[in-house]
């Protein structure tokens, strides 16, 4: 398997910071000018009416990626991608990560859907964070995991854990986790030195509660489109409104 890795020269990885960053899914070139325009940190790609981590088309990636590396989109932002809601086959995961490294995106997220045993996944994924390729993994709230999980995502070399819920069924991430887990979950992604994302059908009066936990980003799709619904249009409003709270 070739596992060669094309990095973005676009912007650089997520920084570790004490600000809380705000990350905005996008499905084409226009929703990422609306999000860069009314202040998207980082640009996140992916497909909302094809799962939770549901993938855009490739070519469609690689036009916004162009896009916001050309001079139409002066402000640089870091922009993520989704390979999309894949089993747990460490060939099948590996195979879509190179492809969509093609594209220059800056990180790659991977759900970590249930599996009886992660390692095989982490093993193989390990070959390309070993070439400077950046990996999110996302968790989902409603699934149980190994307790010695994040640890073997760190050791694998992914820069980063998001908290996202896998179903999109007008449950938020609140639901699943009190407000102890979510300082226990966070506690436990910064203590392996990692970026920690949080996301979930998430909307702006969930802002105050999770900015406690000090994530490094905050993610949104339905929560900033208009009638809360993730495969509608995204709502101006709505953004520059959680862009203040934040």
Do not use: W
């Amino acid at each position: 398997m070739n596992t060669a890795v094309y990095l973005s020269e676009c912007s650089p990885a997520f920084p570790i910071t004490n600000t809380t960053q705000l990350l905005i899914s996008v499905t084409s070139i226009e929703e990422a000018r609306i999000a860069l325009e009314n202040g998207a940190d980082i640009i996140d790609l992916k497909d909302p009416s094809a799962g939770a981590l549901g993938a855009l088309p490739i070519e469609q990636i690689q036009l916004i990626v162009d896009f916001m590396c050309s001079e139409l989109s002066p402000i640089k932002k870091k922009i993520s991608a989704t390979i999309g809601d894949l089993p747990m086959e460490s060939e099948l995961l590996l195979r879509h990560v190179n492809k969509l490294a093609t594209t220059g995106v800056d990180i790659i997220k991977i759900g970590f859907f249930e599996s009886d045993n992660y390692q095989p996944c982490l093993d193989a994924l390990q070959t390309v964070t070993q070439v400077g390729l950046k990996l999110i993994a996302v968790l989902f709230a409603e699934s149980n995991y190994p307790t010695s999980l994040i640890k073997a995502i760190k050791d694998a070399g992914f820069i980063g854990v998001m908290l996202d819920t896998a179903k999109k069924n007008g449950l938020t991430l609140m639901d699943y986790y009190s407000e102890i887990q979510r300082a226990e979950f966070a506690h436990e992604v910064f203590k392996h030195h990692l970026q920690f994302g949080v996301a979930g059908s998430l909307k702006i009066q969930h802002i105050v509660d999770i900015r406690e936990i000090n994530p490094t980003y905050i993610g949104f799709r339905g929560g900033v489109c208009c009638a809360n619904q993730r495969k509608l249009a995204l709502d101006v409003e709505k953004i520059k409104a959680i862009r203040k709270t934040l």
